[in-house]
């Protein structure tokens, strides 16, 4: 686990052309030096002259991403430069250092992340390939598994989650590869600063490169920086997941697919039996946990009161107790858990649910509890280390939650990312599940009775607006003609969904209003996915598949597992690990029917189901229409884990990780906001309408707090952040302009 930034030079620019990666800063007269003479693993001290100057003042700024050790690496003629901060997780000793090098000095790799089934992956290598491992960090497996196959199938056998750059300098092989794992768990951005390419685990990193930041307009308006590889920020890229940067010795650069999700036929015949498909999903589940727990240090939990954590917290407990295995470096039996409380009376708080089920299990808990004061503290922090927007403030007490495990002394925890994309737990996937009968489960009763099942459909809709407007997002009564896509209407229907919290036009300067248009948005998400996905969601994948499908390519890796996962994290130098995110579970439950994933209750087998015993939340209320309250989320994965959780997690419904909304005028987070939108540095931005941020200012506080208001601030106050933190230049027209890298 850790940051790392890299500067890759077009050969005309190279040493040999009297330029560098830094050439403001390059020391005159320096003599020319070997790769060896540029090494700074022992912290920086070793490397001199400009570009190692500026790649150690990259590196101060993610330091948080690794505070335990530091590399540069430089290549002879300054063409490419590796910089490393680490933190320390598997193999602790100098031979884990990074950058990593080959035993013949010709492949070089920062990487950041772990890849699992180490034992295994290294047995395979050095037994049939004769590869002489260095070290027993698993971040060599990237060196040993692109020397034996090359690119791109390498990537293949790489499971876990990863980014790297990897440089290849052997003669007539010159190439640099820059690679991000499947479902993008790690980040990895990139940009061109005219004859040279920056690639970075996160973008301030090139501030000292010579990165002056401005406003991607387009993007922000447009939703492309959740929806494609924009960002927030003109001319920086993100690599999207399950893709590698192909880049030429001449500096060309491709973005090429190596990995997708793939689903099965929806008009295919199910033939296995339930109780081979829930023994599929546990063995698999168990397995993902069980490589997960192997570290050189110690292994917590993130606990929250729902299923997924607390089924991780059940499974790693008995392979502990029965099975004898490590949490990590400990031969421990009680896994350390940590939680997060909102205040009781805010409806949000899950922490008491937590304890009983930590008391159930055995383990240690500790909680964090956040206050308005905690949010409004946090908030700026927050969102420098995410580099966007969010919607909610959950995102600064998953922060905050952050700083409990480093307090304690744990380096690594484990996380429930990743379950309710993968079983269908998010209110907005009922729809689609009800678009279609399931083939698949033809004698299902939603596919027997297609009457039921359009009647249940039509409530779900109208449910799923009346949620939308409770928690202050956009549901759209006359929606415009659908823009052309091949993707078919449920695709369509799921960018609504996926753009409920887009902010509104409104909120945009007039100008940008004006380059907008009539621009339907929905168009950027259908975009996003190329013709052959598009072809599938038509004609391929049930409606259900589909919506997970977008969901996990759009908001799962560019907002959840960014400001929810890595970078709140990594902020206080945690390690996050996705056991729900392993690619061999998750092919497996792709090809499961959709009918195990969500199912219908009434006649079901189960007996909580025939009593309506599960319990509901603040999202699913008792007031949600019989269709909704009807169908059990995430069907398959309760009965998979039933051995490992209590009673009461498995009869419960979905209840998502949100922060309240609702705050009194005169608090905490009122005079933050505040503090924050002035007129002046909502204007610096230039391209938001301060009127209608002063309107929600005076509407989004008190007992009748407008929800949608509030949100706006959340928007609003993270861009001031950035563009105050970050240097961000003032928006103007030509930042409407498309960037090319």
């Known amino acids: 686990m850790c940051g790392f930034s890299a500067c890759i030079l077009a050969p005309e620019a190279s040493i040999n052309g009297q330029k560098s990666c830094t050439e403001c800063a390059k020391i005159p007269g320096r003599k020319r030096e070997t790769e060896r003479d ?41 063409q490419v430069g590796l910089a490393h901060c680490r933190l320390s997780i598997n193999d602790l000793s100098s031979a884990g250092r990074q950058p990593l090098h080959s035993i013949d000095n010709r492949i070089h790799a920062v990487v950041n992340g772990e890849i699992y089934d180490y034992d295994r992956l290294r047995h395979e290598c050095e037994t049939f390939h004769n590869y002489p491992f260095q070290s027993d960090s698993d971040s060599e497996l990237v060196l040993a598994l692109y020397s034996i196959y090359g690119a791109p199938d390498f990537l293949t056998h790489l499971r876990g989650e990863f980014a790297f750059v990897l440089y290849d300098a052997r003669q007539g092989a010159q190439r640099v ?33 010579g990165w002056k930041p401005r406003w991607d307009v387009r993007a922000i308006a447009d939703a492309g920086w959740m929806f494609d590889d924009r960002t927030l920020f003109r001319g920086i890229r993100k690599l999207l997941p399950g893709h590698y940067l192909d880049i030429t010795a001449e500096l060309d650069v491709r973005q090429v697919k190596y990995w997708d999700a793939e689903y099965e036929d929806k008009s295919k015949l199910e033939t296995r039996t339930i109780d081979e498909m829930v023994s599929g999903v546990r063995e698999r589940l168990v397995e993902s946990v069980r490589l997960r727990l192997r570290a050189d240090v110690p292994v917590g939990i993130y606990l929250s009161g729902g299923i997924d954590s607390s089924a991780i917290a059940g499974i790693v407990t008995e392979l502990a107790r029965k099975e004898k295995v490590k ?25 008491r649910i937590a304890e009983r089920t930590a008391a159930w299990l055995g383990v240690k808990t500790i909680k964090k509890t956040i206050t ?34 480093r307090e304690h002394g744990v380096k690594v925890v484990l996380t429930g990312e990743g379950a309710d994309e993968h079983f269908a737990g998010y209110p907005y996937f009922p ?12 004698d299902s009763p939603l596919s027997q009775n297609s009457d039921l099942r359009s009647a249940m459909f039509k409530a779900v809709e109208r449910e799923m607006k009346d949620i939308w407007r409770r928690a202050g997002a956009t549901a759209y009564e006359d929606k415009p003609a659908s823009p ?84 709140t994290e990594m902020a206080h130098s945690v390690e ?72 009461e997690l498995y009869k419960r419904k979905k209840h998502p990780f949100l922060a309240p909304t609702r705050w009194t005028k005169d608090g905490p987070l009122h005079r933050m906001f505040k503090t924050l939108l002035t007129p002046r540095a909502v204007e610096q931005l230039g391209f938001v309408n301060y009127a209608t941020i002063q309107e929600a200012m005076e509407i989004a506080w008190g007992e009748k707090a407008d929800a949608k208001s509030f949100r706006l601030l959340v928007y609003c106050g993270a861009w001031v952040t950035l563009s105050q933190r970050m240097g961000v230049a003032k928006a103007d027209a030509s930042d409407w302009e498309e960037a090319t890298i």
């Open 372 to 405: 308005e004061e905690t949010l409004a503290q946090d908030f700026a922090d927050a969102v420098f280390h995410c580099e966007h927007h969010h919607f909610d403030l959950n995102f600064v007490a998953k922060f905050a939650l952050s700083t409990l495990p």
């Open 327 to 351: 949490i990590g470096n400990e031969e421990a039996t009680r896994v350390t858990c940590f939680s997060v409380a909102f205040p009781e009376t805010s409806g949000f708080d899950e922490s």
């Open 38 to 78: 540029f090494e700074a693993n022992d912290g920086g001290g070793g490397a001199k002259g400009g570009l190692a100057v500026d790649l150690q003042a990259s590196l101060r700024l993610i330091t948080h991403r690794g505070p335990d050790d530091t590399g540069i690496w430089i290549s002879a003629n300054e």
């Open 431 to 442: 729809a689609e599940f009800l678009r279609e009968a399931d083939e698949a489960l033809a």
């Open 576 to 647: 996050a690990r996705t056991p729900f995110l392993d690619h061999h579970l998750t092919d497996y439950i792709n090809r499961l029917p959709p009918s195990v994933k969500l199912r219908y209750g009434v006649g079901a087998d189960d007996e909580s189901e025939k009593k309506g015993e599960l319990s509901l939340g603040p999202t699913w209320t008792e007031s949600s229409s019989i269709a909704l309250q009807s169908l059990n989320e995430k069907w398959i994965l309760r009965q998979a884990v039933r051995p490992y959780i209590t009673d």
């Open 177 to 209: 590869i820059a690679a991000r794992d499947r479902y993008g768990i790690k980040p990895l951005v990139y940009t061109r600063l005219g004859s040279k390419l920056l690639v970075a685990s996160e973008a301030k990193a090139f501030l000292p490169l």
């Open 484 to 567: 052309s896509s091949t993707a078919g209407v449920g695709a369509t229907a799921m960018s609504d969904n996926l753009l409920a919290w887009h902010p509104t036009a409104t909120l945009f300067a007039p100008w940008l209003q004006t380059q907008q248009g009539d621009y339907d948005c929905r168009s950027t998400v259908l975009d996003s996915h190329t013709s052959d996905v598009q072809a599938k969601m038509r004609s391929r994948w049930h409606p259900l598949h589909t919506a997970m499908y977008m969901w996990n390519k759009n908001a799962l890796a560019n907002v959840l597992l960014s400001c929810l996962g890595d970078r």
